[in-house]
């Protein structure tokens, strides 16, 4: 037995001595995690890494582990507790004048754009904000100075929803300040104004002569400098689907690939490996630069500089110490990157190719094996050439294996999906991001001396482009290729609650078929409505309208290409809102039918949707809120009347008309000029709960608290989403509708008669 103890100190004793900042940097990942058990958790695991530190080799390393866990707790701690510091002072600060310097490139518009800043003098100097701000877009390095309030940071108020309140906190920002008007001209240092020139120009050159709306010029952007594709949700989802998604994302295959290039070049110029190292090193580190400095293409940078350097100082390099060289610096200068989800994929996937790829690739021996009894210099080109193609088959079956299983389990977590058939679509795609790389990289470097010349690159680049969609659109089309996670949900109605008086809901099964009743706007379901759609594992294949307002709509194609929509129920004919007009004019997709045409359809779980009330579908001069259409679902005995933004002129032609709209439950918006559920319209409704909108802005979609008063005055159960946020309505094994939000710990249960 001590033999044994023995064995296995030695052997674990070797690896650590082989690796030593790898080592070093788990011991400090042990300190930042145990930072959030507390001050005692924290002291054991500094005084376990003392105790392993000197079983396995002396009571320096033991000293030097239990400095590395102390410092990254230590730190960790600090931060902390300095953000909550500024997140109470700011919280308390309503109004304020700001000195700020972007920290990168403001993105969104004109009218309304964000970035995350530093301020610079006052009570909150050395604090992160999210700055959001109108007009001229700024670069990183701007200097700004405006009036304007602080804003808590955006806490998710749906299931499902992304929790950017979290992911800032993780990027070190304390608060949201909108800026409502500038107090000075703003500035931009000569070095910050020449490097946004010069991205500026690299983005433009890479598709330079491509039609800059095309999807190949978006794949070139994305590839070459890590720039999300806009409004193509089909196109993101295809590599999504195929499991080759990281290749939007400028990290450490692109740096990997860059490096490979210049490496490549500088041999066949007869540059020995130490001098080659110190052209390669600025090379990578532009290239990190010119495309952002993405916090990926950053830790990647670094990690290539410490693989690298190991060249120069004549020392065989190691991919897991290079590895722990980088994290153990981040983790000792700021632990909560430990928690963001792109720095456990990156981090996670490098460190399963260091410890996979030569176990794969023992097992991948027979197909990169030579001919037997037949020496290398006697082969024949062709003999050379297929060896030389089996042995880089076998490389990169063994890297793509141990990073297809390396992240499995994070992708799983994070995302709720498996992607197996990445194993073989990494084998194509790769292998063409490499050309197109190499490609907008040449093509960048003549453009100066050969315009056309580059123009015409580009162009040869789109082929590449397209040969990269169709094969991710390939292997994202295989059947059991990638599979979602669905979580096992009562069969229910979520109905959103969106910011500006925008408007969605969504009825769903047990199994993730789903309809759609409105879309919100279009950053309401870019933001909320589809990611949280995605997280719950639905996919709706029907949508179905109220009115021609954009806050509905959802922007139009971004709904159906986002989402398999099958069918239609459109409020109206002829619209003046673009958006509405983009639904009409994509018929051919699509069953689209007219409210009025329509006089119920079937929904999941057995339940129907009813069409209670069609506007005039012809008049298009009409306000968009004096047009809705009105919907009541019955679903197992109860029933749910949806009245959007209706006003009173709509409820007093549902009455004239005669209709049954008879509910358990109305869900409401606002009219934005008119008064809405009158007392006539109760009266006829008879609601047991109204869920309704209430946002702060527009003002005039803001429920007074004397209406409010007034309903629950009349025995009615009042769920104001300002308070709850998303209301989730599902029907209980006793048959009670349950009606929970958010926000609020218990649910409000309606009791069947």
Request: hydrophobic fraction near 50%; include cysteine.
């Given at each position: 037995m001590q033999e044994k103890a023995s064995g296995m100190r030695a052997w674990l004793s070797d690896r650590i001595g082989r690796r030593p900042l790898f080592a070093a940097a788990l011991v400090a990942m042990a300190g930042v995690l145990a930072v959030e058990d507390g001050l005692w958790v924290s002291v054991a695991v500094a005084l376990v890494a003392v105790l392993?530190?000197?079983?396995?080799?002396?009571?320096?390393?033991?000293?030097?582990?239990?400095?590395?866990a102390a410092i990254a707790a230590g730190v960790l701690a600090w931060r902390l507790e300095r953000q909550q510091n500024f997140e109470r002072l700011m919280s308390n600060a309503s109004a304020a004048n700001l000195s700020v310097r972007l920290l990168e490139d403001s993105d969104g518009g004109e009218r309304?754009?964000?970035?995350?800043?530093?301020?610079?003098?006052?009570?909150?100097?050395?604090?992160?904000?999210?700055?959001?701000?109108?007009?001229?877009?700024?670069?990183?390095?701007?200097?700004?100075?405006?009036?304007?309030?602080?804003?808590?940071?955006?806490?998710?108020?749906?299931?499902g929803e992304f929790d950017r309140a979290k992911w800032l906190r993780n990027q070190d920002v304390a608060a949201?300040?909108?800026?409502?008007?500038?107090?000075?001209?703003?500035?931009?240092?000569?070095?910050?104004?020449?490097g946004a020139r010069i991205r500026h120009a690299f983005r433009e050159g890479v598709t330079a002569g491509l039609d800059q709306d095309s999807r190949e010029a978006m794949v070139i952007r994305a590839v070459v400098i890590g720039e999300t594709p806009r409004d193509a949700d089909s196109l993101v989802a295809a590599f999504r689907e195929s499991g080759t998604l990281h290749v939007f994302s400028v990290s450490g295959l692109h740096v990997a690939m860059v490096?490979?290039?210049?490496?490549?070049?500088?041999?066949?110029?007869g540059v020995s490996r130490r001098s080659a190292v110190l052209v390669l090193l600025p090379l990578i580190f532009g290239y990190s630069w010119i495309t952002g400095n993405s916090a990926p293409a950053l830790r990647s940078a670094w990690m290539a500089a410490v693989f690298l350097g190991a060249f120069t100082f004549r020392r065989k390099p190691d991919l897991l110490n290079a590895l722990g060289a980088v994290l153990l610096v981040g983790l000792l200068w700021d632990g909560r990157m430990l928690y963001q989800a792109g720095v456990q994929l990156s981090y996670g996937v490098v460190a399963a190719i260091a410890v996979g790829t030569s176990l794969f690739a023992r097992?991948?021996?027979?197909?990169?094996?030579?001919?037997?009894?037949?020496?290398?210099d006697q082969m024949s080109r062709a003999r050379r050439w297929f060896l030389s193609l089996r042995q880089a088959t076998a490389q990169s079956l063994a890297v793509s294996t141990a990073a297809a299983i390396g992240s499995a389990p994070l992708t799983l977590f994070h995302f709720g999906m498996a992607t197996p058939v990445s194993l073989l679509a990494g084998l194509v795609l790769v292998p063409l991001v490499f050309v197109l790389l190499c490609i907008s990289l040449l093509a960048m470097a003549i453009s100066p001396i050969a315009g056309p010349v580059a123009r015409g690159l580009n162009q040869v680049n789109a082929l590449v482009a397209r040969a990269s969609i169709e094969s991710a659109e390939f292997f994202a089309a295989i059947p059991g290729g990638h599979l979602e996670l669905r979580k096992t949900m009562r069969p229910g109605l979520l109905v959103y609650d969106l910011e500006h008086g925008a408007g969605s809901?969504?009825?769903?099964?047990?199994?993730?078929?789903?309809?759609l009743l409105d879309c919100g706007d279009r950053n309401g379901f870019r933001h909320t409505v589809m990611?949280?759609?995605?997280?719950?594992?639905?996919?709706?294949?029907?949508?179905?309208?109220?009115?021609?307002?954009?806050?509905?709509?959802?922007?139009?194609a971004v709904v159906w290409e986002a989402f398999p929509i099958r069918e239609a129920v459109m409020p109206v004919k002829l619209s003046r809102s673009s958006s509405y007009r983009s639904w009409m004019a994509n018929p051919s997709r699509m069953n689209m039918r007219l409210a009025g045409e329509v006089r119920s359809m079937d929904l999941p779980d057995g339940a129907r949707l009813e069409v209670v009330h069609a506007p005039d579908p012809l008049a298009q001069n009409a306000r968009a809120d004096d047009r809705v259409a009105v919907y009541r679902l019955h679903w197992r005995g109860w029933k749910i009347l949806f009245t959007s933004d209706a006003g009173t002129s709509t409820e007093n032609q549902v009455l004239e008309a005669g209709a049954d709209v008879t509910a358990d439950v109305i869900v409401a918006g606002c009219h934005r000029n008119d008064l809405s559920l009158g007392d006539a319209f109760l009266h006829a409704v008879a609601p047991r709960a109204i869920v309704f909108s209430n946002p702060a802005f527009p003002p005039e979609e803001h429920r007074s608290d004397e209406t409010v008063g007034y309903w629950k005055s009349r025995g009615i159960e009042v769920i104001d989403q300002c308070i709850v946020g998303g209301v989730t309505i599902t029907i209980d094994d006793n048959g009670d509708l349950r009606l929970a939000g958010f926000l609020r710990d218990e649910p409000i249960v309606l009791r069947r008669r």
């Amino acid at each position: 037995m001590q033999e044994k103890a023995s064995g296995m100190r030695a052997w674990l004793s070797d690896r650590i001595g082989r690796r030593p900042l790898f080592a070093a940097a788990l011991v400090a990942m042990a300190g930042v995690l145990a930072v959030e058990d507390g001050l005692w958790v924290s002291v054991a695991v500094a005084l376990v890494a003392v105790l392993f530190g000197g079983w396995f080799g002396s009571w320096r390393r033991g000293l030097a582990w239990l400095l590395c866990a102390a410092i990254a707790a230590g730190v960790l701690a600090w931060r902390l507790e300095r953000q909550q510091n500024f997140e109470r002072l700011m919280s308390n600060a309503s109004a304020a004048n700001l000195s700020v310097r972007l920290l990168e490139d403001s993105d969104g518009g004109e009218r309304f754009w964000w970035a995350k800043a530093r301020i610079l003098e006052g009570p909150h100097e050395g604090a992160k904000v999210l700055w959001q701000g109108r007009g001229e877009m700024r670069v990183a390095g701007s200097m700004l100075k405006a009036a304007g309030n602080f804003q808590a940071l955006p806490e998710p108020k749906n299931p499902g929803e992304f929790d950017r309140a979290k992911w800032l906190r993780n990027q070190d920002v304390a608060a949201v300040f909108q800026a409502s008007g500038m107090l000075d001209d703003a500035s931009t240092p000569w070095h910050a104004a020449l490097g946004a020139r010069i991205r500026h120009a690299f983005r433009e050159g890479v598709t330079a002569g491509l039609d800059q709306d095309s999807r190949e010029a978006m794949v070139i952007r994305a590839v070459v400098i890590g720039e999300t594709p806009r409004d193509a949700d089909s196109l993101v989802a295809a590599f999504r689907e195929s499991g080759t998604l990281h290749v939007f994302s400028v990290s450490g295959l692109h740096v990997a690939m860059v490096g490979s290039i210049g490496w490549f070049v500088l041999g066949r110029l007869g540059v020995s490996r130490r001098s080659a190292v110190l052209v390669l090193l600025p090379l990578i580190f532009g290239y990190s630069w010119i495309t952002g400095n993405s916090a990926p293409a950053l830790r990647s940078a670094w990690m290539a500089a410490v693989f690298l350097g190991a060249f120069t100082f004549r020392r065989k390099p190691d991919l897991l110490n290079a590895l722990g060289a980088v994290l153990l610096v981040g983790l000792l200068w700021d632990g909560r990157m430990l928690y963001q989800a792109g720095v456990q994929l990156s981090y996670g996937v490098v460190a399963a190719i260091a410890v996979g790829t030569s176990l794969f690739a023992r097992s991948l021996r027979w197909l990169s094996a030579p001919e037997l009894y037949l020496p290398l210099d006697q082969m024949s080109r062709a003999r050379r050439w297929f060896l030389s193609l089996r042995q880089a088959t076998a490389q990169s079956l063994a890297v793509s294996t141990a990073a297809a299983i390396g992240s499995a389990p994070l992708t799983l977590f994070h995302f709720g999906m498996a992607t197996p058939v990445s194993l073989l679509a990494g084998l194509v795609l790769v292998p063409l991001v490499f050309v197109l790389l190499c490609i907008s990289l040449l093509a960048m470097a003549i453009s100066p001396i050969a315009g056309p010349v580059a123009r015409g690159l580009n162009q040869v680049n789109a082929l590449v482009a397209r040969a990269s969609i169709e094969s991710a659109e390939f292997f994202a089309a295989i059947p059991g290729g990638h599979l979602e996670l669905r979580k096992t949900m009562r069969p229910g109605l979520l109905v959103y609650d969106l910011e500006h008086g925008a408007g969605s809901a969504c009825f769903y099964g047990g199994s993730g078929e789903a309809v759609l009743l409105d879309c919100g706007d279009r950053n309401g379901f870019r933001h909320t409505v589809m990611p949280s759609l995605r997280q719950l594992g639905m996919r709706p294949n029907a949508v179905v309208l109220t009115h021609p307002d954009g806050h509905h709509l959802g922007g139009g194609a971004v709904v159906w290409e986002a989402f398999p929509i099958r069918e239609a129920v459109m409020p109206v004919k002829l619209s003046r809102s673009s958006s509405y007009r983009s639904w009409m004019a994509n018929p051919s997709r699509m069953n689209m039918r007219l409210a009025g045409e329509v006089r119920s359809m079937d929904l999941p779980d057995g339940a129907r949707l009813e069409v209670v009330h069609a506007p005039d579908p012809l008049a298009q001069n009409a306000r968009a809120d004096d047009r809705v259409a009105v919907y009541r679902l019955h679903w197992r005995g109860w029933k749910i009347l949806f009245t959007s933004d209706a006003g009173t002129s709509t409820e007093n032609q549902v009455l004239e008309a005669g209709a049954d709209v008879t509910a358990d439950v109305i869900v409401a918006g606002c009219h934005r000029n008119d008064l809405s559920l009158g007392d006539a319209f109760l009266h006829a409704v008879a609601p047991r709960a109204i869920v309704f909108s209430n946002p702060a802005f527009p003002p005039e979609e803001h429920r007074s608290d004397e209406t409010v008063g007034y309903w629950k005055s009349r025995g009615i159960e009042v769920i104001d989403q300002c308070i709850v946020g998303g209301v989730t309505i599902t029907i209980d094994d006793n048959g009670d509708l349950r009606l929970a939000g958010f926000l609020r710990d218990e649910p409000i249960v309606l009791r069947r008669r």
